[in-house]
């Protein structure tokens, strides 16, 4: 946890908490002003103000995004959130000023302030999670984070037109948020430091070259800028379904005020209990292999809430909540909006995390500056599409079902340049459907550098159940008959595995395996091999090879040892006739294991002590 100490955590999430909560108590109050009491503060429409307002809001994401990241890189995280909230208390005055001298130019000021208060805490927010959390703890922290955000803008949403609407005077809102950000700089000061990790930055103020310079350094790891681009798109999709609410609950479902609030809460509760259920599956790290899970669920509850969506009726009287709950369709409408922030929650979590964890610690926050910057252009653009939608007579249950297709496209483009997430998909999928996992020493297995790894070969998804206890990804080497295996060759295609084929089959694919093991150590990766070179057809270690000793004697790397436990019987294995010829042989969820034992320095890997860890670490359990 932070700073290893569950109050400095607390701290820290309480601070981010009420930053959102002022942000959207006082946009929304003063939305709400500008809806319903226009005429007393200027001449301009309602909806032009409305549009206006969000527009100035996040104005400074544009603006500042890029100077921001660069103050994160360059100064102590824990003082800058201490300047925030500071700043915070400041425009809180602002608005206090505006309310006082009913001044809209004022006001107007104070929520671009805003903005640039939440413009410059999103990088020391999520960039100050990895200097202080473990990578089994990071998912974690992104799922408190996020469920406490998007809680906090319901909250913040709620009280922020309560307040518009039933305090005496509009004044009470500034106070209101006063109140907030004093508690968010109390709070802020329990924020343990959070050292510069580029103390000599020079800071450039230019906002566009330093916006193109931080889209650069997201750019140089493949996986962080799709992650970006992921993140960027379930904000344009998500913002693009809030922006609904208001015209769906009352066109559509024929609803009042009341009804927008529960649209808003059903969803954002599914979000909030999303993210907090992705850090149970993921199992202590980054488990990518939710963000395909996530993009599924949007797509089909997105459908889905088209298909629910009642047909419009001229409605005369706006339906109370206890009427329209009392219709049998509204139950499921609400099931997928839950359903639709639950998987969003699956998506959003693990790219946050992986951009974290995946990018240069010197270059972290202006990476997260660039994630912000593109999420902005994203739900602008997204908007204006709805709009041009909407405009050509789109049905809004129609707008739904455009997007979730949308969403599917996306998806699979995504995943067809990094297969590393549906690969992930599929692994985990298989462990937590087919079979049971459970997973003792993976200490032993090492966060960076190069090492073998060497297991007993049990059945043809072994490689699968590896790869989903791992941390980090395994090139694995294996019989080139397995590797051409129809079906599965497409998983073991995209996980980089090397074939390999005795000296008779095909003496240059072996050489070839060789080359392409020591390419991938020389690189720092972890190679996996079975040294049995079969899989077993009874159930027992045939003896080991000696294709380990050859490559750790051309490139000296630890060798770790694993077993694999319980995979004997089931329907991939080889016993009592072929693989795959027996459906649920064992049934649905049998459990597994793989025990991974301590290094094996590269001098004393002889085959014979290799087999004789390994069936240690096996025991009696096949």
Same mark, same amino acid.
């Given at each position: 946890m932070l700073c290893s100490t569950p109050a400095a955590l607390l701290l820290f999430f309480a601070t981010q908490f009420l930053g959102a909560f002022n942000d959207n108590l006082f946009k929304n109050a003063l939305i709400v002003l500008l809806t319903f009491q226009a005429v007393?503060?200027?001449?301009?429409?309602?909806?032009?103000?409305?549009? &206006? @307002?969000? /527009?100035?809001?996040?104005?400074?994401?544009?603006?500042?995004?890029?100077?921001?990241?660069q103050l994160a890189d360059k100064y102590d995280k824990a003082k800058l959130a201490r300047l925030v909230k500071l700043l915070e208390i400041v425009i809180m005055g602002v608005a206090l000023l505006g309310f006082s001298t009913h001044n809209l130019a004022v006001l107007l000021s104070a929520l671009f302030l805003l903005g640039l208060h939440s413009t410059l805490f999103g990088p020391v927010k999520y960039a100050i999670l990895p200097q202080h959390l473990r990578e089994d703890e990071l998912v974690g922290g992104n799922a408190l984070v996020e469920a406490g955000t998007f809680v906090a803008i319901l909250i913040g949403t &709620? @009280?922020? /037109?309560l307040l518009a609407g039933t305090a005496g005077h509009p004044g009470w809102v500034a106070i209101a948020g006063m109140v907030l950000a004093v508690l968010g700089y109390l709070c802020s000061r329990g924020i343990p430091a959070a050292p510069a990790p580029v103390p000599e930055l020079v800071v450039s103020l230019n906002p566009f070259s330093e916006t193109w310079r931080n889209i650069g350094f997201a750019r140089q790891n493949r996986t962080v800028f799709l992650s970006i681009l992921g993140i960027s798109w379930f904000w344009l999709y998500g913002a693009l379904f809030l922006a609904q609410f208001p015209p769906y609950a009352k066109n559509v479902l024929g609803g009042n005020e009341t009804s927008v609030t529960l649209l808003l809460a059903v969803f954002t509760i599914g979000i909030g209990f999303g993210s907090l259920l992705c850090e149970r599956l993921s199992a202590g790290h980054v488990e990518i292999g939710l963000v395909p899970f996530g993009s599924i669920g949007l797509t089909l509850f997105g459908i889905d809430l088209a298909f629910a969506s009642p047909t419009p009726l001229p409605v005369v009287t706006p339906l109370p909540l206890a009427s329209l709950l009392a219709l049998h369709h509204i139950w499921r409408v609400l099931f997928d909006l839950f359903a639709l922030g639950l998987f969003g929650g699956f998506f959003i979590v693990p790219l946050y995390a992986l951009i974290q964890l995946r990018s240069a610690p010197a270059q972290r926050a202006r990476i997260i500056a660039a994630n912000n910057i593109l999420n902005a252009l994203f739900m602008v653009c997204g908007a204006l599409a709805a709009a041009g939608l909407l405009g050509d007579g789109l049905s809004i249950p129609a707008l739904f079902g455009v997007a979730a297709l949308c969403n599917a496209v996306v998806a699979v483009y995504i995943y067809s340049l990094v297969p590393e997430f549906m690969l992930r998909f599929i692994a985990w999928l298989l462990v937590h459907s087919v079979y049971r996992l459970r997973q003792h020493g993976l200490e032993n297995i090492p966060e960076e550098g190069a090492a073998v790894l060497v297991c007993n070969h049990v059945s043809f998804v072994d490689p699968i159940v590896i790869a989903a206890a791992s941390r980090r990804p395994i090139r694995f080497v294996m019989d080139y008959r397995i590797y051409r295996t129809p079906i599965i060759n497409f998983v073991f295609r995209h996980m980089s595995a090397i074939p390999i084929a005795p000296a008779r089959d095909d003496a240059a694919m072996m050489e070839a395996a060789f080359e392409e093991v020591a390419r991938a150590l020389a690189a720092g990766e972890l190679v996996a091999i079975f040294p049995e070179g079969r899989i077993t057809d009874s159930g027992e270690l045939y003896p080991f090879r000696p294709g380990v000793q050859r490559i750790v004697g051309r490139t000296p790397v630890p060798v770790i040892p694993m077993a694999l436990q319980g995979l004997w019987g089931s329907f991939f294995s080889r016993k009592d006739g072929p693989a795959m010829s027996k459906p649920l042989r064992r049934g649905l969820f049998s459990k597994i294991a793989l025990v991974v034992g301590a290094a094996v320095a590269p001098e004393a890997a002889t085959p014979e002590r290799l087999q004789e860890v390994v069936a240690g670490l096996r025991g009696e359990w096949r």
């Open positions: 007393n503060w200027t001449t301009l429409a309602p909806e032009v103000l409305t549009n &206006l @307002a969000a /527009g100035i809001f996040i104005l400074p994401f544009f603006l500042f995004s890029a100077t921001a990241g &709620l @009280a922020g /037109g």
